[in-house]
């Protein structure tokens, strides 16, 4: 059974680009949530995907946008990028049948700079 | 809201030593309790998860327990290593529509010193 896994793992941009983090979720899976974590925070809920479709946001704005793919493997874009985007982005999948979920299990990020 | 609160921020303690990292959360209607582990620049490793209808749970050294009526919970780690040093996140899971999204607390940095 393969767990979680990102990439890029590591990546600098700078202002004003655009960035696409990919995901894929751990065999089995059919649900996937992206998060952000700031240097010495909790990680923050961006979204989650339940069957390709949003199913849940955070306090993000609209230049966060996602995909979840048949395979249930995903991607986070973002748009626009500012300083403060900078942060590690964190996906984790988990098993969600009918709204009921166990464990989530994470990925080892990708860490994304902006400059 | 749902608001989760890690104490303390930060623990160092010498090796051998048996500690609880404490955790408390605002609104009670959660679905489990999860906690995780995270090394330095690394993603997280679950540790346990406490569903909503349970009190605790136990894994090697790991203990962690549900109040969900005063709103805490523990993360009991007994005889401690200098390899448990580590950053400890607890993240409650609101369930329902929601159960992909956890809101955590800040962390707690424990250091274990040989």
């Known amino acids: 059974e393969t767990g979680v896994t990102q990439s890029p793992t590591h990546l600098i941009k700078t202002r004003g680009q655009q960035v696409t983090l990919r995901c894929s979720s751990q065999?089995?899976?059919?649900?996937v949530s992206w998060y952000q974590q700031a240097l010495g925070q909790g990680p923050q809920f961006i979204f989650q995907?339940?069957?390709?479709?949003?199913?849940g946001r955070g306090n993000f704005p609209p230049r966060f946008s996602g995909l979840q793919f048949p395979n249930y493997s995903s991607e986070l874009n973002v748009n626009a990028l500012e300083l403060d985007d900078s942060a590690l982005y964190l996906c984790a999948s988990s098993s969600g049948v009918g709204g009921i979920t166990g464990e989530l299990f994470f990925g080892e990020g990708s860490r994304l700079t902006v400059l | 809201k749902q608001e989760v609160t890690q104490i303390p921020a930060a623990l160092s303690v010498p090796e051998g030593e048996n500690l609880v990292l404490n955790c408390s959360f605002t609104?009670?209607?959660?679905?489990?309790l999860q906690w995780f582990r995270q090394d330095p620049g690394k993603g997280l490793t679950s540790l346990l998860l406490i569903q909503s209808s349970q009190r605790e749970q136990t894994s090697g050294r790991l203990n962690a327990s549900l109040d969900k009526s005063s709103g805490r919970s523990t993360l009991y780690i007994a005889a401690s290593q200098p390899g448990d040093s580590a950053t400890y996140l607890c993240a409650a899971n609101a369930g329902g529509t929601s159960y992909g999204k956890l809101t955590f607390g800040q962390g707690t940095i424990l250091t274990v010193h040989p």
């Open positions: 065999s089995g899976h059919n649900t």
């Open positions: 995907y339940y069957r390709e479709e949003e199913n």
């Open positions: 609104d009670s209607a959660i679905y489990n």
